[in-house]
């Protein structure tokens, strides 16, 4: 399964390397529209969600139009684990020393129960909620901690048939794609 779940990553990151900017641009906010209309982000106020990287759902304006009503946190790599630390602005992201993430600074966040939302990217989404992540495990040690709505959101070419999952994963009750280019609503 392992193969299986390796071979789909580079399937997805060829696809996502093709993906042109204005199309990242055109699906995120496909997202975003969708998701701000769900009764679960209308109600919550403290909302996990990730500073998004250049090839993934971009969240920046997301956030930056909701950060005054709603608690955000953005999620921290250390060691094998994720913090999760409030995001307070652009000015307190620091780059990742080896990976293109952006992480806040500041103190952690530790009720989780308070979390109401989570907003997760992936590799891969199919329409049960199983999720394929990036391979390292983050999310897959963060998620069961949660008793939170979980929402996965990808591109459109990134929710397929059937994502190869093990009894540990945790799946998302919800999975948001963007709409392509052409998309007219009536597909």
Wanted: proline content about 6%.
């Amino acid at each position: 399964m392992e193969i299986d779940k390796n071979a789909l990553r580079r399937r997805i990151t060829i696809l996502k390397k093709k993906c042109p900017a204005e199309e990242i641009r055109r699906q995120s906010e496909s997202v975003f529209q969708q998701v701000e209309a769900m009764p679960q982000f209308l109600r919550a106020s403290v909302i996990l969600i990730y500073w998004a990287m250049p090839d993934e759902i971009q969240t920046r304006g997301f956030i930056h139009a909701h950060c005054r009503d709603k608690t955000f946190l953005l999620p921290v790599m250390e060691g094998d684990h994720l913090l999760l630390k409030p995001f307070r602005g652009e000015q307190y992201l620091v780059r990742h020393p080896r990976r293109n993430i952006y992480e806040p600074q500041g103190n952690c966040f530790d009720d989780v129960s308070r979390i109401q939302l989570v907003i997760v990217p992936g590799m891969a989404f199919d329409a049960e909620g199983h999720r394929l992540g990036r391979g390292r495990g983050y999310y897959d040690r963060l998620l069961p901690q949660l008793s939170a709505y979980k929402i996965g959101v990808g591109f459109d070419f990134q929710l397929i048939r059937h994502v190869p999952c093990n009894a540990h994963d945790v799946p998302m009750d919800n999975v948001i794609v963007g709409q392509p280019a052409g998309y007219d609503g009536d597909g």
